[in-house]
């Protein structure tokens, strides 16, 4: 509607990135009326897929968008080229990778389960410095630590406790934490 139209050219033109996300999140609420849905509880793939799939039904499905051309010549150089075209964002949809389990076994009796982090936190983190963005993302995508002992929820240790987990992982052990969040579901047209 009009009403939503407006709350994102307003955070559009303040260029904070908070009022960008909130706008998001409120054009997402404003428009589910019926079920029971938290947009601060679901994945940021499912908001931006929402978010997208809003848009091709209220404004129209093509995008005019600029590529730019990644090709490589023979002697090493990117084309770099940019060109105007058009994409039908109605064909758009979550592409998940086969095989890759969120129950991560970092040894015999010790691992981690792994979350998808919320739109509001997956934006808060690109903001950060990026040195720690990779660490903060696996940070708030940790579930639960488990070893012999029991279970253990994120809940239960403060985000300076899990970084220092994180950071004290061996690198064979980071490594896997770490092709979890590369692999996040991503969004293809």
Known sequence: TVKEEKLLLMAAESKEPND????VKQVIS???ISGEFDVDKVPFFDVDFLFIFLRAKSIGESVDVK???HAVNDKGDKCGHTFPTSMDISKCEIVRVEG???KIALDAD??????YPTYSTMKRIENGDPIDQKTNVIVNSIDYIYDEKGMYSWKDYSKEELKEF???LTEENFNKLQDFVDNFPTIVV
């Open 20 to 23: 960008i996300i909130n706008a």
């Open 30 to 32: 404003n428009c589910i």
């Open 67 to 69: 590529m730019t051309c």
């Open 100 to 102: 890759l389990s969120n």
């Open 110 to 115: 010790k691992g981690v389960k792994m979350k």
């Open 166 to 168: 994180v950071e004290g």
